[in-house]
């Protein structure tokens, strides 16, 4: 669904173009949600993960507590149910990069799942499925919704801002097509004469260079709600007769992700109180100039195409408010349920993994998905939660994951 998690779009963009800006009078930003605080589960005891490193495999799974000890609630249960059960079909049929577990492991608990009577949700998660901790079991959620904004589908006065579609010169290459050893890196660029070059940059993007060599979609009315559209990758355009067009991403330029947050602050240009997503706006559309000189140090630029229903996660699946969540597949099986239990209540629930993000890496690093309008923007706009995730297996699968190791037998391999 998206090119990077959004945040709370700060945080996130702490490790996370042309044309007029808008007067920041005319801006009217969703207020950041006051959380409401919880204790977190503390983590089992266990060495902390070594830097560097890739799969939940190799950063070391235990046990969790039962699952039937855990604070998942009846009503949470059941719309992770439904996620979980759209999510089957993938789990059984994609490679998981996480080293854990194999498409067979989770028949069980699909073909259950497709019989769970009202009321049982809870008690399925239970009896189909093991809570494990990966590494030390730290989490930090961040959060990220689905963002509407001012644009027109033809350009006219008030809307100077081009949204494009993916560039027709823009080239995706499969290393891992060439070298068993790059499996799973790709990079963009395009074919200048003989050689293939890195594609054009935001700077230069956003000064023209793709006149003639992108479709644009659609047009918007501020280039820094544009941007902010660019790092959750996908949202609705609020079209001139009240309309709704959607849009999600396509692909992107190649170019590394600069988290302009970090450099603000590094730069003592946020006051304190400042750092949440809709502080970093406010201030980039009260310093326009420098603003879009700040902007343009994230070189990164996210292509789009419209879209005609849902927003759609990694998984090529509707994603959903409150109960879909982004993780990098690296260390959760795209599809596996995930129980946060955070430093504040909101984000302390069950989650389904059905989506990925650029800046989304690591063990126990999630990014809840909270829907569309104000108050999913207020709420993940100022999402930063620290605690605990235990990931939901199905059962039986650390007995076997502990065999091939006592054994020597390599642990299953995407």
């Not at 949600?33 to 070594?50: L, N």
């Not at 030390?136 to 963002?147: C, S």
């Not at 799973?184 to 260079?209: C, L, M, W």
């Amino acid at each position: 669904m998206r090119a990077l998690g959004a945040a709370a779009l700060a945080l996130l963009l702490s490790a996370c173009g042309g044309g007029q800006v808008e007067r920041p009078s005319q801006y009217r930003p969703a207020p950041v949600r006051k959380p409401v605080p919880a204790t977190p589960i503390a983590p089992q005891p266990t060495a902390s993960v070594p830097a560097g490193t890739a799969t939940a495999a190799s950063a070391g799974v235990i046990a969790g507590p039962p699952i039937y000890t855990l604070p998942i609630d009846e009503s949470s249960a059941a719309r992770a149910l439904v996620a979980f059960r759209a999510s089957c079909g993938s789990l059984q049929r994609r490679p998981d990069s996480s080293g854990l577990t194999r498409g067979s492991d989770w028949a069980p608990a699909c073909t259950a799942a497709a019989s769970v009577r009202s009321g049982e949700a809870r008690a399925f998660f239970a009896q189909y499925f093991e809570a494990v901790q990966v590494g030390d079991g730290k989490a930090f959620a961040t959060g990220y919704y689905e963002p509407e904004i001012r644009g027109s589908r033809d350009r006219r006065s008030g809307y100077d801002t081009p949204v494009y579609a993916r560039p027709r010169d823009l080239v995706e290459v499969d290393l891992g097509a060439f070298s068993d050893t790059l499996k799973g890196k790709r990079i963009r660029g395009h074919v200048v004469g003989q050689n293939f070059v890195p594609y054009d940059d935001r700077t230069a993007i956003e000064r023209g260079s793709l006149d003639g060599r992108a479709p644009v979609i659609a047009w918007a009315a501020d280039p820094v709600e544009l941007f902010f559209l660019q790092i959750q990758g996908s949202g609705r355009l609020r079209l001139p007769d009240g309309s709704v067009m959607r849009i999600g991403y396509d692909t992107q330029n190649g170019r590394d992700y600069t988290g302009i947050g970090a450099l603000m602050k590094a730069r003592g240009l946020l006051a304190p109180g400042q750092s949440s997503m809709q502080g970093l706006v406010r201030w980039l559309h009260d310093h326009p100039e420098e603003g879009r000189s700040i902007m343009r140090e994230n070189k990164s630029y996210v292509f789009f195409r419209e879209l005609s229903g849902p927003p759609l996660g990694a998984l090529g699946l509707p994603v959903t408010g409150g109960v879909s969540a982004a993780a990098d597949p690296h260390f959760v099986p795209l599809g596996a349920p995930v129980l946060l239990s955070m430093d504040r209540a909101d984000a302390s629930r069950l989650w389904v993994v059905q989506d990925t993000g650029g800046a989304i890496k690591g063990p126990n690093r999630i990014d809840t998905f909270w829907g569309a309008g104000a108050d999913a923007e207020a709420t993940a706009g100022g999402m930063a939660a620290r605690g605990t995730a235990f990931l939901l297996l199905p059962v039986g699968t650390l007995a076997r994951l502990s065999g091939e190791r006592a054994d020597g037998n390599a642990l299953p391999q995407p």
